[in-house]
C-alpha cells in the first residue's frame, strides 16, 4: 500500500471524526436549548405552586385564629380540626424534605394582630356569629374589645409558641419576585395583615372547610 493511499485514509477518518463531533455538538446544544424552556416552565409552576400553598396555610392560621381567639401551636393542629382549615397540610414543593420555616408570634406583632382583630370586628359586626358558625367576639379574646396593650386573656399571655405564618426553606433565587424579592425563602406567609393593607381571605371565615 503506497505512502499516498494511507494518507488519503487517514485523512477521511479524521475528516469524518471532525464531522461526528460537530454533529454530537449540535445535538447537545439542541437539546440544551429544547430541555430549558421546559426546566423555566417547571421552576414558574413550581413557584406558583409555592404562593398557592403559603397563601393557603395563612388562610388558615387566620380562619384558626377567628375561631378560637389564638394561632396554633403547630401546622399539624389545624388539619386535626373539624371543619378543617386546611383541605391538607401542604409540603414546600420548593424542597426535597418538603418542611417549612414556621414563623412563631412575636411581641413585635402586636401591631399586626390589632390589625387582624380589627378586621374581625368589622366582619363579626356585618356577618354576625350566627353566620360565622357560631363564633362571638369574646371567642375571639380580649384583644377584639380593646385597641390598648393586651390585658389577662390576650393571646401574648399563651405560654405556648403560636403559628402566624410559615416561610420556605429554599435559598435560592427564583424567576419570580414577590414581596420584592426572588430568594425563596424571604417570601413570608403570614395570617397577619401588614400596614396599609387588607386582611385577604377574611371572608372565607365563613366556610373554614372551604380554603
Known sequence: MSVARIAGGARRRGHMLLVAIIAVTALSLGLSMAVQPLRTARQRMQEQELLYRGRHIADGIRRFYIKYGRFPYDLEEM??????????????????????????????????VKRLNSATRRLLQTAGGEALGGIEESVVGEELNSENVP?????????????TGIRSKSDEEGLTEYQESRIYSDWLFSALPEPEAGVPGLGDVINPGGG
Open 151 to 163: 390585658q389577662s386573656q390576650s393571646v401574648f399571655q399563651i405560654n405556648n409558641r403560636q403559628v
Open 79 to 112: 388539619a386535626d380540626q373539624e371543619p378543617r382549615f386546611l383541605r391538607k397540610l401542604y409540603a414546600d414543593p420548593m424542597t426535597e424534605s418538603g418542611e417549612w420555616t414556621v414563623v412563631y408570634l412575636d411581641p413585635a406583632d402586636l401591631g399586626g
